[in-house]
């Protein structure tokens, strides 16, 4: 990037403030629904985001409202960053009638359409075509709309990653494919996955398909947020997909309750002193864009909030069993 280029790509303080906001929450909701999972108050499976809270910021706050974007099945930090409500998640969750799918989809299904948010997804690389129909769609309607897909590196290997990129390349569609290279797909960790040409860098897979590519620190907020700004930009002006591979690492198991086996020793130990929010608040307070002070009150008041929208779960009251046959179909239209 030209000296010209860097400069414009200088992040305002008042978005940096933000930045660091939107991953203390993330890290904040997900602690506190460990620890409530593990007392038993919280059904289902649970996959915590910790650690890579650097990329769904970075990338969501290069969004607009208008955009969309696809998740996974480690989708908490992925609604958050886009905007969405935490006392709805804790009650989706919990598997309350007031979550955003009135406790019928749990963690691992988490949507908001309204917002753009295509819904988190339990199958690898399920979100990556819903994605490509958004594009599509915001093509066709002649919009300047952008669509994003989250996936792990193990979507790499899934025929609906290839055929979506493949149609996206040919139809030059606004797609914006993030690999969130948390170095384990599950519990086998990348060279058993990929052959070791692609090792060092993951974005190859799209190479064929001559889509622009780039393979960034996903640890570095800033970093990713500036290229996913770009990539943004990129796609409103027609210039097609972007894949972009963000490197990073998963500290927690690969669901709630996973004994952590395959991880070589000091390996966690190692990666955690690159922890987004370890690193970050340190260089802000060092630059003077926030004070020590103004920290610990941010945190305070996260920390109220997941309270509160713990509070906010437990409160709320279970669906009706009738519920269960609502929602099975979309609504026709005429001749339905």
Known sequence: ???????KREIPADERIEMLRTMRRIREFESVVQ????????????????????IATGVCHALEEKDYLTSTH???????????DTDRMAAELYGKETGYCNGKGGSMHIADVEAGMLGANGIVAGGIPIATGAALSAKMRDTDEVAVSFFGDGALSEGAFHESFNQAAIWELP?????????????????EQHPPSTLDDLTIYGEPYGVHRERIDGMDVEEVYRTAMEAVERAR???GPTLIECV????????EGDSQFYRPEGELDEWKQ????????????????????????????????????????????????EQAYEGLYAEGGEGA
């Open 1 to 7: 990037m030209s000296p010209a280029d860097e400069a």
């Open 35 to 54: 620890n409530k999972f593990a007392d038993a108050e919280i059904p289902g499976f649970l996959h915590l985001y910790i650690g890579q809270e650097a």
């Open 74 to 84: 480690r989708g908490h930090g992925h609604c958050i960053a886009r905007g969405l």
């Open 175 to 191: 797609l914006i494919g993030v690999i969130e290279n948390n170095q384990y797909g599950e519990m086998t960790g990348l060279d």
């Open 237 to 239: 002006n027609g210039g």
């Open 248 to 255: 990073a690492y998963r500290f927690e198991g690969h669901h």
């Open 274 to 321: 690159r922890d987004p929010l370890l690193t970050y608040p340190e260089k802000l307070v060092d630059e003077g864009v926030i004070t020590e002070a103004e920290y610990v009150d941010m945190e305070e008041g996260i920390e109220t909030e997941i309270q509160e929208a713990i509070e906010f779960a437990r409160e709320s009251p279970l669906p009706d069993p």
